[in-house]
């Protein structure tokens, strides 16, 4: 059984940091893409965040122009975790934020992890 378990979340005010992880397991981790997206509330879902898993030492990543310079995205293969360091957040990062994962053409979502900036 293939299981996203986030972490993290929280309150934070505008200007702060904020760290989310996710644990994954039930999957060959190492084999998996992953990503951080999220949902602000009457907003649809967007993608924050992927990191490969072909180690070109980096990992390859992408980032959405609008965390681009603030948030990074780290995966570590031994703890079959991703993480989601975000800083400098303004209120307009307010949401829930959702890890997922793919392997073999199949998608895996955790249940979210809620993060509001706000003072």
């Known amino acids: 059984q293939v299981q996203l378990v986030e972490s993290g979340g929280g309150l934070v005010q505008p200007g702060g940091s904020l760290r989310l992880s996710c644990a994954v397991s039930?999957?060959?981790?190492?084999?998996?893409?992953l990503s951080w997206y999220r949902q602000a509330p009457g907003k649809e879902r967007e993608l924050v965040a992927s990191?490969?898993?072909?180690?070109?030492?980096?990992?390859?990543?992408y980032y959405g122009d609008h965390v681009k310079g603030r948030f990074t995205i780290s995966r570590d293969n031994r703890k079959n975790t991703v993480d989601l360091q975000m800083n400098t957040l303004p209120p307009e990062d307010t949401a829930v934020y959702y890890c997922?994962?793919?392997?073999?053409?199949?998608?895996?979502w955790g249940q979210g992890t809620p993060v509001t900036v706000s003072s």
């Open positions: 039930g999957l060959t981790f190492s084999r998996s893409v």
């Open positions: 997922k994962a793919r392997y073999d053409s199949t998608e895996y």
């Open positions: 990191i490969g898993y072909i180690d070109y030492s980096p990992f390859m990543t």
